[in-house]
Structure formats: C-alpha cells, structure tokens
C-alpha cells in the first residue's frame, strides 16, 4: 500500500477503488469484508466474521450470505467450486497477502481408470466422467488436462493410441467417457490430471434468464480458470467487476449485463470452439448499455490465432430485445479479431488488435463507430484472404472511423458493403502489403486518410464515393490504379489525373510514386523510413513533414496537399491512445504496444495493471 496509508492492517487493505468513476459515479474507498473465507486456514464451523473465523469453502460462504453480504477471498486460496450470487448488493473481495485466490472448474482424477480394450488399444485407458450440472448448448465443451496442459484432442480411439492426447465419447453432454493414452497405470503413476467438473466460477447471471440480483460487485485481483458453461469463468448480472484473471474457457469467459467492467484479461481458449471472450448481454428488459474499459484478450505469445468466426467483444443482442449501445474502451486483443456486435450502437475506441484471424471489427449495428484504434498483422493472414481492418461484413446504417492506423500484410479496409451504408472515414492511414484496399459497395466519405497498399488503393467505389485530401500509395508503382462507377483507371502515368476528371472527387489529394520510398530517402513519406528505421511496421505512423507527393497534375510538392497550402502531416491519426498514461495523446502512434505473452506476466498485469508498461 502507498505510505500514506502504514497504519492500515490487512482487513482493511481489501480494494483501494478509484474514488470517482466515468461520469461522475462516485465509489467506496474502501470495502471491508463481512464474510470471510479461507481454504487454508478456514473452518466451515466458523461464523466467517472475521479473519481468525474465516469459512473455509465457497459453497458455505455462499450458503451464510445474504444481501449485502461483502464476501472476502482470501488470497493464497484455491477453491475447486463455484460461486452463485443469490442476493442482490452482493461484493466479492480479496484479502490478505500472497498469490491471487484461484477458483477452478476442473477436478483432480486419480482412480477409476480402467482399460476398454487392452489387445487392440494397449495403452490406452477410459473412465466414466460426470459434470456437476447438466449442459445447456453445445458450446460446453469438456476439457482435460494432464500435467498443467491441454493435450490435443484425437479423433478416435485408434487415433488416441497412435498419436496421444485425449477422446472423449461426448464434449457436450453431462456424463460421458473420457479416454487417455498412459504407458503406465494412470491410477498410480503420480500424474496429475484434470478434468472440467463445474460450469461457472462465479455465477450473477444465466444464459436463460435475466439476473433479478442486482449490485453485483466482484473485485479482483482473482483468477477464473478451466469452467465449462456457455459463460464459464464470470457470469455477472448488473454490476461491477475488475482486475479478473479469466483461463481456458470455451466460447464465452465472461458475461455482463452492464453497468461496468475493468481491467479483465482472458487467455486461453477450447481449441474446439471459436470464441466470443467478453460478451455483453441481456435476455430481457429493453435493451443494455455495457462499457467494457481495458479488457484484454490474449492468445499466448508465440500462440497460433484462434480461427473462424471469433472475437475478444461481442455485444450479443438475444431474444431481439432491442439491444442498446455497447461500447468498448482500451480493449485489446491478440490472435482473435476485435470486436462483432447486432447492438443499436457499437463503440470501439482507443482499441488495438495484433494478428487477427480475420477482421478488426465486423457489426450489424444501426450505428458503428471506431476512434483511435491501432491493428498490427505481422504473420501471414491465418484465413488466407487478408485482414478487413475496419469490417469484415458492414451492414450497419451509418459507420464512422476516425484516426484509425492499421499495417496488415494483407486485406481491406472494410469489405463486403451493403447498399445503403454510408462509411465515413477521418484520419486514417491503413497500410496493407497484400491485396487491394476494397471499398465495394456504399456511400463513401473519405477524407484526411492515407491509403498506403499493395494494390488499388480504392477499389469497386461508386458515384455516390466523396472524397478530398487523401494520400494514396499503389506499393511499388508509379501512380495509383483505381475503380471507379465501374470503370478502371490503370493507364500509367495518367490513371490518377483520370479518375480525378471523371469522378471530380479527390481534386486536393495527392499520390506517392516508388522511387522515394526507399529507407534513408529524405522525400520518404514516413518519417520513420526517411530516418533509416521500419515506419509502419514498427507501429510509427508519423508523416515525413517534406516528403515529395504528386498532385493530380502529377506535379511534384514537397509536404503540401495539392491545394499547396495544407500540410500533409493533416493526413493519417491527429491524436492517439496512450496505453500507459490512459489518455489521448496529440500525433499519430508511433509504436505498437507489447502485450503481457506468458501467465505470469497476466498476472503480473492484473495485480497491478496500472503499472504495466507498454512501451518498454
């Protein structure tokens, strides 16, 4: 604790809280424990009032709590259990000192391995496994681990036999067989293996009925890991939750039904489901407006992207109940795409995605809005397609995307338009190596953003396009190609000066030819690649304030748009998210952020995600 506050014993050391939140909210300083629990030192005999008498398990905490109830997890604790809030007004703390308290799904099996077939499948061994509730969706998946790990999971039994791992007769339904490959007798050969037992480690909230439990609090520093139901590790109802370590869930690692969430990380995900990690939610009611502040969603470093269709933020609009906004502030994500929402309102601001599967952002909200984002892809697009910066699939009415800075080694700016939208792009620079940046479809307003790719810079646009004062880069030609109402302007030297007179749109905006964009090149576009270094590819956006451009004349300007009077450094991000200050800062980005790669620097990050340094 800081040194103003020495004479501060344990008990009272709990939660030191931000004293006033977004908006105005003002919170406790301090939450002191009524209901104390330690799997230690605890004794289910205990009253629980008091560390000296703290209950020793969560399913007595849970059966002595009652509203109000401010139940403390003592830390060093590990817990094999699960939490239900039955009351409203209900906080779950921490206390004490040590390692973060840890609330596991899995059970440890030691007996009851037997062998099916031990001519044909010699080394491999089963056992009947029971989940503690019935599953609900298909998405809740078992899970076993031997010796801390995930091995992968076989096809077959002959498949188990031949190549290891782990099968199972149903990942889905309560009771099934699990089967292991062993050498040895698994019941006596000292390994320890687990298999997922409960749904949820803390649970506000069901996937069927709207929580009537309201003041839902639970403050970390606590970790979640290895729950098997739809919303496994964190099922909140209307509340509160921050500074929570979530572990190998399935499709889901937590649910909120709004209000606030904080600083939460999640890792480490079902290989046999494409997850949604935080999700906002509401079955009933008319309609939610989650904010969910510097979530991280993290595969591993070194890590292989998760595939198909997922995302660390989904804002899930169920049973069409007319879903409000969903706003995600600070998120961050690695190895999954950013964000998918059918809100009335998406919000991502001041996000990063490192090396998404397949898309930055994709929504089918009425409205959507993304400012000040950062995406890197550095490793080859995993789909095969590239990456969609800014949407996979855009159907909403209206979509804003301001200074947005993207370097992908393929993709699109946003793709697969719908008529009717209206894409508004400000401030942007998307830099992409591979193919096109594709804006087919829709209304465009583009304007202030550089497009800086390997291929038509805009591609399949329409009359209804407008756009001034952009930089347009075709990587390794002399003039931009582009697609206009249908009509390609490819002709060498004239293409842009083509496309100008025809359409009567970019008439300011102004194009860069090859020869200058050679590292060292005092006329490079990026200041990073003037300088000598890496530019785009190191997160440094920043605009070489007398780098040479071609106006639609093909004249030749140092540092001016083609009106001779702007300054190109207008173009690309005017401001950015500082992941270490928490604020906005003036000027483009100039690096990526490092995100935590291993448990323990996760952990590192959620007992002290303030003192994290992204920058290092």
Known sequence: ??????????????????????????????????????????NDTNSGTSMALAKRTLASAQSASAAGSRIGLARGGYWREQF????DNIKILTYGSGAMPVIDGADIVTTGWTQPDSVTYPNVWSRSWTRASATTTASEMLGYWEAG?????????????????????????????VSIKSTADPNSDGILREITKRHYGIQGHTNTLLSTKTGQRVFGPIEIKRCVGHYNALSMGQGWAKRMFLRDGNIHHMVSEGERVDDILATEYSPAIAPSVFVGYRDAGTGFNPVFTRLLALMPGGASRVTGSNSAFYGHSALAQGVGSFTVDAGMCRGLNLANASAQRLTLKNCYCEDPYDYHMGSTSVLTEVFRSLVKETVASANGTGVSVL???LTTTTFTAESVASYTLKGAAVRNVTGGTKPVMRDCAIVTGGSAIGMSGGEYDLAYSVLYCAGRPMDAITNLHVADYNVLYFIGQTNPILQWNGTL???????????????????????????????????????????????????????????????K?????????????????????QVHWDYNLRAIVPGPPIKFPTLPATVMEMRSYIENPVGWNFYP
């Open 1 to 42: 604790m800081p040194a103003i506050f020495p004479a501060l014993q344990p008990a009272l050391q709990i939660a030191l809280q931000v004293a006033a939140g977004a908006g105005g909210n003002t919170r406790p300083l301090f939450l002191v424990p009524n209901l104390y629990v330690d799997s230690v030192n605890g």
């Open 553 to 573: 004349n093909n004249t030749a300007r140092i540092g001016v748009f083609g009106d001779g009077v702007t300054p190109i450094t207008r173009a690309g991000p």
């Open 489 to 551: 302007y490819s002709s060498g030297t004239t293409a842009f000066q083509s496309y100008v007179a025809a359409s009567g749109q970019d008439q300011n905006s102004v194009y860069l030819k090859a020869a200058d964009q050679t590292s060292g090149n005092a006329l490079a576009f990026w200041l990073g690649i003037a300088e000598g270094g890496a530019g785009p590819s190191n997160g440094d956006f920043r605009i070489n304030p007398v780098c040479r451009v071609y106006d």
């Open 391 to 393: 949407s996979k699939s």
């Open 84 to 87: 239900n809030i039955t009351a």
């Open 149 to 177: 790990v995930r091995p992968r999971y076989a096809s077959s039994l002959a498949d188990l036999q031949t190549n290891g791992g782990w099968y199972t007769t149903s990942l889905t339904t309560q009771t099934s067989t």
